[in-house]
């Protein structure tokens, strides 16, 4: 598609908000490019965010969104063990938001900047459909320190850094749901919804370790835990009681509620790994300038693989609508 001059002038406002690369080729030619460390393999992941489906203009503000579109991108390769490198980023937008685009680039390259990340391209569309932005995020890695869906153990624990459930409360209190007013609890869990901190330092610490086994957690506790176990072959024990949900959705919501939200909510960025306890101790250090390490489960044997099932009190506890999976 052939540029006009008003594209021309977004594209070079948008290229001003964000930092050139510090090595080869950025924005302004027909490709980027760049030199891979030498012994690492690339990490690539994308996804796209659509208006109406995956978030709502009258709940977000535009600079929020861009924050998010690089969030759910930089987790991914943070749950890989790897390290973001570059990102490309494309929108389509109506004709009259060109003011909107702006203000998610500034989102962007808040977090571009804030994980190390250059944006060295992409694109900028109209469209008559819904605001949508895709990002393609690429990382690296040494290859033998990659954290794999499939590299659970039988006789690992089962771990999660940082708290569950406080984007969900936040994504709660946006959609009206009932509860006591506290505006402090409020902000937080709002930030915690609009504004998630991927763990860019604890996936490739815990990966150096020696975790073989991570996933980020973008859909709840039990469906991610349920990927574990289907790709690893093993059943997965979660320990509810043992979970840190977020104090902030426990006390908003109460503590039955939280749970709900945690284990079945989402989009909390936090990563969910399978280890050897002899590992979790230097494990909990080697993270600690960045969050916690919590265990909450246990992974055991299971002849046909993928059962996650969970207790509290000790005695067995409902997972709840997509979190029990069996085969
Ligand atoms: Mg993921």
């Known amino acids: 598609m052939t540029a006009g001059t008003d594209e021309f002038a977004l594209i070079n406002r948008l290229a001003w908000l964000l930092d050139p690369p510090t090595h080869g080729i950025g924005i302004g030619d027909d490709a980027a490019t760049w030199s891979p460390t030498p012994g690492t393999v690339t990490v690539a992941t994308t996804d796209m965010l659509v208006e109406g489906i995956h978030f709502r203009l009258d709940w977000t503000t535009p600079e929020d969104l861009g924050w998010k579109a690089m969030a759910v991108n930089l987790s991914d390769i943070a749950a890989m063990g790897a390290r973001p490198r570059h990102a490309l980023v494309s929108i389509a937008l109506k004709p009259d938001q060109a003011g909107i685009v702006i203000e998610i680039y500034k989102g962007i390259a ?8 250059f944006v060295v391209g992409g694109d900028t569309v109209r469209t008559d459909g819904p605001l949508t932005i895709n990002v393609t995020l690429l990382g690296e890695a040494d290859p033998a320190l990659i954290l794999r869906r499939d590299g659970a153990r039988p006789g690992d624990v089962l771990a999660i850094t940082g708290t569950a459930g406080g984007s969900a409360a936040g994504l709660a209190l946006l959609s009206g749901e009932p509860t006591d007013s506290d505006p402090d609890r409020s902000r937080r869990l709002l930030a915690m919804h609009h504004r998630p901190s991927p763990r860019l330092h604890a996936g490739p610490a815990l990966a150096s370790l020696g975790a073989r086994c991570g996933i980020d957690i973008s859909d709840g506790i039990a469906s991610e835990a349920g990927h574990l176990a289907r790709s690893s ?3 997965i024990v979660i320990d509810v009681d043992a979970v840190p949900f977020h104090p902030d959705a426990v006390a908003m919501f109460g503590l039955e509620r939280a749970r709900t939200l945690g284990l079945n909510g989402g989009e909390d960025y936090e990563l969910l790994v399978a280890l050897p306890l002899s590992l979790v101790d230097r494990a909990r250090d080697a993270i600690a300038s960045e969050t916690t390490l919590t265990v909450i489960g246990r992974v055991v044997q299971d002849q046909h693989g993928g ?15 997509g979190g029990y999976v069996a085969f």
């Open 110 to 117: 808040a977090h571009a900047r804030a994980s190390g990340t």
């Open 233 to 235: 072959n093993v059943a």
């Open 307 to 321: 059962l996650v099932t969970a207790t509290s009190g000790g005695l067995p506890f409902t997972l709840g609508a």
